[in-house]
């Protein structure tokens, strides 16, 4: 063996036990009791990790993150390369990113190129998903492209009920769905009704109502779940299975946990800003900051996604991580010309929250230690689920055979939340600053390559890989 892990508590999604992991090159070889390296391999440097005190765990898996991502004026200010570091330092050893075909641009080419973005850059594994966008939706040439590209490793596609120039019309959203359907792949869809929302935008602009907190207010809860009956309703029709992200309240959760109670392959994922932060927030000091979409709910929402995650109708944590930095928050452009009277109204906002790093450690402090979920509904929501749901057959699990990802996680270990200084993501803020959360990953393996050490990167930007996913 090349690396034993000792001491630990294995924790799975199917249970809790105490073993030591044995791992050769990039595979898990062994799980038992007193694990010994072979002789003559300890002379050549075996490394053995003690985890006594602390968890193993499979790699965390967040699939749903957008690095930089252009939106408008502004790019998400994580790179493949920053924001894979800080993914690594909080656990996260495999991210799905996306593609965004422009207008004109064939699918296939907008894949090559956000590959030549990331390849060489991540420090863990990636994926993508592939974004069908309005124009792409009406071009069958570009819909019978879809086999190829879940042969190329991508088989989720990213559709949008809201956003002019991505928003699928109902038509489009059908023929859609059935085209990935026919490919063998999994649509994931933004469910808000955008016209709706374009209206109440408007109408509170016109009324002088500029300021952060009418973003929540024009976006409110029913036109989300209204977007999720549809997309459920339009996704039975076409024969195709579902994954609704970003969940952000109690009504759209009931809409998802209705279609599952009558069999429907339909999959619910959330994120740590909607169980942790508020609407309240966004009519604070620095309400800019809390600009995402679906918007920031009430405490009540709050409780009821927490309740559905333990209760399994809600699937996945992932964390939309998509950071701007306080001046682009606050109306600064990125090539760092001052708008002297920064945004002028809240649809200028760029929308986006981080939390790539924080995500395991969070739903550990605020999920498993505040009695939401048991250890093993942890592991399953943010390492199990996301590797089986979209097809990383060899993550996600701690067995022989699997890739040796796995974190040693010290549950005991706190920590102040504080960007810059404890969190490692590329921006001047967090939307949990001065949160302590109990519970850090330790170390951190990749692959079998040891890339976070007591706390420390010691990895490399370019030792992640592009995942080989199937579907189905
Ligand atoms: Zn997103």
Not at 212 to 232: F, K, N
Not at 235 to 251: D, K, N, P, T
């Amino acid at each position: 063996m090349d690396i034993v892990i000792r001491n630990g508590t294995i924790i799975t999604a199917g249970g809790i036990f105490p073993a030591d992991v044995g791992i050769v090159g990039e595979r898990i070889t062994a799980l038992g009791e007193e694990l010994r390296p072979e002789l003559g391999r300890r002379l050549h440097g075996v490394v053995e990790l003690d985890a006594t005190g602390c968890y193993v765990l499979p790699g965390a898996i967040d699939p749903h993150v957008h690095l930089q991502m252009p939106a408008g004026h502004y790019v998400s200010s994580d790179d493949f390369t920053s924001g894979t570091v800080a993914a690594a330092l909080g656990g996260t050893t495999t991210v799905i990113d996306f593609v965004e075909p422009k207008p004109g641009e064939p699918l296939l080419d907008a894949l090559a190129k956000r590959r030549t973005e990331a390849d060489g850059r991540v420090a863990v594994d990636y994926g993508l998903h592939m974004t069908v966008p309005t124009w792409h939706a009406a071009h069958p040439k570009e819909l019978d492209a879809l086999s190829e590209v879940v042969e190329a490793s991508v088989p989720s596609f990213k559709l949008y009920l809201a956003y002019e120039g991505l928003r699928l019309d109902d038509a489009q959203l059908y023929r859609v769905m059935k085209a990935i359907a026919g490919a063998g792949g999994l649509p994931i869809v933004h469910c808000e009704n955008g016209p709706i929302c374009e209206i109440l935008r408007a109408q509170a602009v016109a009324q002088g109502n500029t300021t952060p907190i009418y973003h929540a207010l024009t976006r409110p809860p029913r036109q989300e779940a209204e977007a999720v009956s549809r997309a459920i309703d339009l996704a039975a029709l076409a024969g195709s299975s579902l994954y609704v992200v970003h969940v952000s309240c109690a009504e759209a959760a009931a809409r998802i946990a209705a279609a599952r109670l009558q069999g429907e392959p339909i999959y619910g994922e959330t994120c740590p800003q909607y169980l942790t932060l508020t609407v309240d927030d966004l009519d604070g000091p620095h309400g800019e900051r809390f600009v995402c979409s679906p918007p920031l709910r009430s405490q009540a929402d709050q409780a009821v996604l927490w309740d559905t995650l333990a209760r399994r109708d809600l699937d996945v944590l992932a964390t939309d991580h998509c950071p701007f930095t306080t001046d682009e928050k606050n109306g600064i452009a990125t090539n760092g010309r001052p708008r002297p009277d920064g945004h002028a109204d809240f649809t200028a906002i760029p929308g986006g929250l981080p939390s790539i790093e924080a995500r395991l450690s969070l739903a550990h402090t605020l999920g498993v230690r505040a009695g939401w979920l048991t250890l093993e509904r942890w592991v399953e929501i943010c390492c199990t689920n996301p590797a089986r749901i979209f097809g990383l057959r060899r993550k996600g699990q701690i067995a022989p055979g699997l890739e040796a990802d796995l974190v040693i996680f010290d549950p005991d270990r706190r920590l102040t939340i504080q960007a810059g200084r404890t969190l490692h993501e590329r921006v001047d803020w967090s939307p949990y600053e001065g949160l302590v959360v109990q519970g850090w990953p330790r170390d951190v393996l990749s692959r079998g390559r040891v890339i976070v050490r007591d706390g420390e990167f010691v990895g490399e930007a370019g030792w992640g890989r592009f995942v080989l996913r199937e579907q189905g």
